[in-house]
């Protein structure tokens, strides 16, 4: 498996349970059981198991489940176990994957041997990594629109996708008129809401801590949140009437909403990896030691996001970055990341070392997103800029999509959290840099864009170190 058009990483909460999909092998069939984003299970009797590829078993899945066609492009197969996920091309044999699992577990992840030991798969139907979104919001099929709901919701309520109270509070509204239907002001909506409140939204805000430790730990946590901040949502969710749904089945205008919203969220549709960063020195004789992190990688860049703490530290756009990766044999494997930033008001090229098992796999996929994204027509640019996108829903669209910067959001990033190594193209130092170079660190960039990532050159006033 090289991982070009693959994609490895760590589970969600959802995926925390021990789950085989193969319950019996015999000489010519087999009983195979696939698992929905809601955790449905599909059980499916296929001949010649072993053998089966996972193009094959998609439609098999496509069919029983009477999915159009545009689901051979918006779903995938995943592997997925506590320890490791994969999306699987469609020329993958999804049995035998599974029977060299604990090989990838022992190559991608840094689990015991005991955990690797006991650890086993499930194969689950999932949203297609290198599915555009613009191609999602023309979706009309309900069926398809609610296995994306689905997904999104998990990783929503799972904080998988961090999101700022204001989202979580509109995302979580939105389930409401899912599960509850409309609102209505004589019913005991409030008592609804505290009895399933971590249905509707992620469990960090339906804690009920007060006092002013509680009020310290908020953040900036504003009153009205949780329960009393979802019920006023839910009731500001409205009902679409006429115009180009009024054919449509309800619900469906609401998942469209529901991903729409989710489209703001920068890492929405990504592949997650774990990898560790260094922390920044406390002190001149402390080191700061490592921070646990996810690298969020989609067809739009990459997020480097606080796995304890659920905000993003870093985010860059394909043009914004240059990348490599290094797996020797005596070191950890790592990946690069090197962009343009300041240090003390200068400019310089920011290096960041990602520490991880999965560092092929995340280079690999960098560079097969690019490669898509080079591929899209001119045509299809000049289209998505050509407006706002209209989604009939009940949450329409804004004149202009907002960009999710306000301030301490947790989508912007905290470049200040990290520990960078900062130099300029000829190898003199503003901090400690090795090896030197003459050039940038890596040629593996996309530079085709303006905007893009360039070299910072030196100065005569650049003090060497």
């Excluded at 449905?40 to 053998?51: F, Q, S």
């Excluded at 506590?82 to 604990?102: A, D, M």
């Excluded at 971590?198 to 730990?217: E, I, N, Q, V, Y």
Aim: aromatic share 8%.
């Amino acid at each position: 498996m090289d991982g070009t058009e693959s994609s490895a990483g760590q589970p969600g909460p959802a995926e925390r349970s021990h789950r085989s999909s193969v319950s019996s092998v015999g000489a010519r069939a087999a009983d195979l059981v696939v698992y929905l984003a809601d955790d449905t299970m599909v059980p499916l009797a296929v001949e010649n198991l072993p053998a089966l590829s996972a193009h094959e078993l998609h439609r098999t899945i496509r069919e029983v489940l009477q999915l159009p066609d545009i689901a051979v492009d918006a779903f995938a197969l995943w592997l997925v176990s506590p320890l490791l996920e994969v999306q699987l091309k469609p020329k993958h044999q999804p049995y035998k994957l599974g029977r060299q699992w604990p090989e990838l577990l022992l190559r991608f992840t840094d689990a015991p041997d005991e955990d690797v030991a006991m650890d086993e798969p499930s194969l689950q139907f999932r949203r297609n990594v290198f599915f555009p979104k613009w191609r999602e919001l023309q979706i009309r099929d309900e069926e398809v629109l609610r296995l994306l709901y689905e997904e999104a919701k998990g990783n929503v309520l799972s904080a998988r996708y961090p999101c700022d109270i204001e989202d979580c509070e509109a995302l979580g509204a939105l389930v409401c008129r899912v599960q509850l239907g409309p609102y209505q002001p004589g019913q005991p909506a409030a008592c609804t809401l505290r009895e399933k409140l971590d249905s509707f939204l992620p469990a960090h805000l339906c804690k009920r801590g007060h006092g002013l430790f509680a009020a310290l730990r908020g953040r900036g946590t504003k009153a009205g949140t949780g329960e009393q901040g979802l019920l006023n949502a839910y009731r500001g969710v409205k009902e679409v009437v006429g115009g180009d749904s009024e054919h449509e089945h309800p619900l469906s205008t609401h998942y469209r909403a529901y991903l729409f919203k989710c489209h703001e969220l920068p890492f929405y549709g990504c592949a997650f990896f774990h990898g560790e960063i260094d922390k920044p020195a406390q002190s001149f004789l402390h080191r700061g030691g490592r921070k646990p992190v996810t690298l969020a990688i989609s067809l739009e860049g990459v997020h480097v996001i606080d796995s304890r703490e659920k905000h993003v530290l870093l985010g860059l756009r394909f043009q914004e970055l240059s990348w490599d990766h290094t797996s020797l044999e005596e070191e950890e494997p790592v990946l690069w990341l090197e962009f343009d930033g300041e240090s003390e008001g200068m400019p310089v090229n920011k290096l960041l070392k990602i520490y991880s098992k999965q560092a092929e796999l995340m280079s690999g996929l960098i560079e097969y997103c690019i490669e898509l994204n080079q591929a899209v027509e001119p045509a299809t640019l000049q289209d998505s800029g050509s407006g706002p996108t209209s989604v009939p829903g009940s949450l329409p669209p804004p004149t202009q999509r907002p960009k999710l910067r306000r301030q301490g959001s947790v989508v912007c990033s905290r470049i200040q959290h990290l520990s960078t190594i900062d130099y300029v193209d000829n190898g003199k130092e503003i901090k400690r840099v090795k090896p030197k170079r003459t050039t940038s660190f890596f040629s593996r960039q996309l530079s085709m864009s303006q905007g893009s990532y360039s070299v910072v050159q030196p100065t005569d006033s650049l003090e060497q170190g």
